[in-house]
Structure formats: C-alpha cells, structure tokens
C-alpha cells in the first residue's frame, strides 16, 4: 500500500471489504459511485481486501475461519490507511462489511479533528435484524450496532431500511435510493412463443423461488430460466431432478460481457425477497431489470423499497412470494397480455433513466459528503 501526500484534504474514501470482488452486487454500485465522482473531479479511493485475499462466504469451518481472519487484517489494514492518509482525507464512506467498519470511519473523524465527515453506508440490514444464531452471531449484530452509532451520518437504500435503522441506531438515517449502471435497452418484441421469465442472480434463503418453479412448472405458455447460484438454486435443482418440469431451465451465471443479451433475451425479469426479509435489503436486480428495459415479476412483500418501485413506476406485478396460487395468477396475466408486458418494460426504463441511474446517485452522495475542486483520482486496494 503506497503512502501519497496531499496538500490538501479533499480525499473521499470508500472502505469496502469485497469491493474488488467481480461477482458482489455491493462492489458494482460501490465502483459506481467512485466512477460517477471521479467523473466529476472528486479525488476518490476504494479500498478493500485485495483479490488474491478474499474468501468466499459459505465453506467449511476451515473457510469461514479464513474469511473471517482476512476481514479482521482488513479492518487493520483500513484504519492504517486512514491514519497514514489523514491530512488528505475530507470523507469516509464505509460499507457494511466486515462487521465493526464504521469504527473506521469514527477513527477518521476524530483524526481529522472534526474536519472529516465520515458516512455508514448501509445496504443489508439483515444481520442486525435477525434474532436467529448463536452467540457469534448475537454478539457480531451487537458489534455492527454499536459501531453504527459512532457514524457521523448513516445512509441506506430504502426508506423502510431507514426506518428499522433509526429504531438501531436510536439516530437519523438518510435515504439515497439505489441505482445500477447504464446499459444497452431494447424493446421487448413481439411474442412468437411462450412468456420468457428470467431469474438472474445469486438465490439465497432469502430468495425463495421453489414456489415459482412450482406455479409454472410445464405450462406451455411460460418459459423460466434461472441463471445464477446459491442454496435456493440448490433446492431448485434437488426438486427439479425428482418432478422434472421441461420448461424450467438452470444455468451458472452468465459471463459480464454476455448480461445485456441475456436480460434483453427475457420478456419480464423476476425478482424475489422473503417477506421475513422485507426492509433489511433493497434487490439489486430491480434496477438491472429497469436499466435493460424489462418489467419485473417481484415476488414479496408489497411494502418493501423494490417493490414499491415496481409499483410506482407501473412496471411489473408484485405477488407474495409463497403463494404458488397468487404467483400462477400473475404469470397467467402477463401470458394474456403482451401489451402490458411491452409497456412496463418502457414504464421501467423510463423509471431508471428519470430515478435509478448513477448520475442521480451522484448528485445526492455529492450532497452527502460535499464538493470540492476538481483532482486526480486514485484507486487502492488495503492489504
């Protein structure tokens, strides 16, 4: 890790644990916001462990012990960064993971003698919010609790996660709603055959799909394709190999280079959160779905920040996401109608580029952290 000395202190940091992670939904809205305030002159690093040194979450004893190891050498490594860059620093973003990163931030602020204004950026509240776990994990949730409440600022995606937050943190919490990045829309064509769904993504516990699988399985009219990884892909699969069904397809995620013909390949893409889940994140996969001109089939709870999305922007059905019947109901309204399906997809788009593109998320992190003149930016890893 190199030391660079600055005259003056208009360094914005972005700490990260897995933000050089390829395949981390947090790292692509992470790098986001660093390229949209680079693009504006902003002096920005984004540090986080390096490649080489990140262990996949999951695995045996042996692996989460290794994960956890290359986080606690993260956090140290993060808090010399600070230390050793301090002059230079003006504003520190810290990002969910590991457990205990906004006492970063706080480190910063007090060297920065108040001059530093430092920001929690929370996008998964779920590990705070669960009263499920042992002891590790009871005592991790109360880790990341009392490191919030030594943020400067707190800022979430969702105003439900805003919610829940200032129960946490007893403070405010700002909302900077999500975005996703830019990319190549085409119109949803005519139909010549069956309604093509589309799951694109990682598919935890948390995002139950059995129950669509189920709801659609050998209708002749729907085609589903699941491309992605993750226990409830698993599961989809264990059930699959016993009640074969000849429209439902898995496949591993698709390559980077290859996403946009992927999405534009789907008629409506679904989305799917617990509803036990509902305001501890925001789906990603919303904002991709609206960015590639396709409408959404959100599977959850109707109050959730996606989802009211979906609503708001008339693009997409919600239903409940264990309910085979409600789901079977939904489908079947958007095989009878292509028009519609045609139509959220151009509502959806239109919501992006108007509410959920990078440059809104730019203005408002601007207004979160402030502006300064313009500067050469620098990219790091903390080792």
């Known amino acids: 890790m190199s030391t660079v000395h600055r005259s003056h202190n208009d360094l914005v940091v972005v700490a990260y644990g897995y933000a050089a992670s390829e395949r981390d939904a947090v790292a692509k809205v992470v790098q986001d916001l660093a390229g949209e305030l680079r693009r504006r002159g902003e002096r920005v690093a984004v540090i986080g462990i390096p490649p080489e040194r990140i262990v996949l979450s999951g695995g045996n004893v042996v692996a989460k012990a290794r994960r956890l190891l290359s ?8 808090a010399r960064f600070i230390s050793v860059r301090r002059r230079a620093i003006r504003a520190v973003i810290t990002v969910d993971v590991p457990s205990g990163i906004p006492f970063v931030g706080a480190l910063a602020r007090r060297l920065g003698r108040g001059q530093v204004t430092d920001v929690a950026w929370v996008m998964d509240l779920y590990r705070l919010t669960s009263d499920q776990g042992g002891p590790l994990s009871k005592a991790r949730a109360a880790l990341e609790r009392a490191a919030l409440r030594t943020s400067g600022k707190v800022v979430t995606i969702g105003e439900c996660m805003a919610d829940v937050l200032s129960a946490v943190t007893g403070g405010n919490v700002s909302t900077i709603p999500l975005w996703h990045r830019d990319m190549a829309a085409t119109p949803v064509g005519d139909r010549s055959g069956p309604l093509q769904l589309l799951y694109s993504g990682s598919a935890r516990d948390l995002h139950p799909l059995l129950p669509l699988v189920r709801a659609v399985a050998n209708r002749r009219d729907v085609e589903l394709s ?21 429209n439902v397809r898995i496949g591993g995620f698709v390559d980077e280079s290859e996403l946009e013909d992927a999405y534009a390949g789907a008629d409506i893409h679904v989305v799917s959160l617990a509803e036990s889940a509902t305001g501890t994140c925001v789906p990603s996969k919303v904002y991709a779905a609206m960015a590639a001109g396709r409408g959404v089939l959100y599977l959850g709870s109707g109050s959730g920040q996606a989802a009211r999305d979906v609503l708001a922007a008339d693009a997409g059905l919600v239903a409940p996401s264990g309910s085979e019947s409600l789901i079977s109901m939904a489908v079947s309204k958007l095989v009878s109608d292509h028009d519609a399906v045609q139509e959220y997809g151009v509502r959806a788009r239109r919501f992006f580029e108007e509410r959920r593109n990078v440059r809104e998320g730019g203005d408002k992190w601007l207004g979160a952290v402030g502006v300064t003149e313009a500067g050469t930016a620098i990219s790091t890893s903390a080792s």
């Open 71 to 78: 986080e606690l050498r993260f956090l140290g490594s993060a």
């Open 226 to 246: 699941i491309n992605g990884s993750g226990s409830e892909v698993d599961r989809v699969a264990v059930y699959l190999a016993g009640t074969p069904a000849s």
